[in-house]
Nanobody, 124 residues
Framework: QVHFVESGGTSVHPGGSLSLSCSAS????????TGWFRQAPGKEREGVAL????????SYAKSVKGRFSLSLDEAKNTLYLQMDSLGPEDTAMYSC?????????????????WGQGTQVTVSS
């Protein structure tokens, strides 16, 4: 099984930037999809950014495309999310997860290994 621990969340002003980290442990190989999700109070969890470990390129939700950037440091077993031009709509608990796949990645897949999440709050 795989487990994640997220960090880096804090309170920022609108228009600011923030970088989140997600450290993975447990078994994971290059057939896994992994990514960032977020959930705001009273709302359903939504996918933010996703990458297939076997040489895939990141995919993003429309709401964050062009503002967020997902990167992976395989040596450190860590996933990152660089967030720019933050707005109040980005306020949420951000979490990481992964799912094994044969090459198909989608936010709707049954992701596992959820961490406790890291809170991002964008306000004045």
């Amino acid at each position: 099984q795989v487990h994640f621990v997220e960090s880096g969340g804090t309170s920022v002003h609108p228009g600011g930037s923030l970088s989140l980290s997600c450290s993975a442990s447990g078994y994971i190989d290059n057939r896994y999809c992994t990514g960032w999700f977020r959930q705001a109070p009273g709302k359903e969890r939504e996918g933010v950014a996703l990458i297939y470990l076997n040489g895939g390129t990141p995919s993003y939700a429309k709401s964050v495309k062009g503002r967020f950037s997902l990167s992976l440091d395989e040596a450190k077993n860590t996933l990152y999310l660089q967030m720019d031009s933050l707005g109040p709509e980005d306020t949420a608990m951000y979490s990481c997860a992964a799912v094994r796949s044969g090459g198909y990645c989608s936010f709707s897949l049954p992701f596992d290994g959820w961490g406790q999440g890291t809170q991002v709050t964008v306000s004045s």
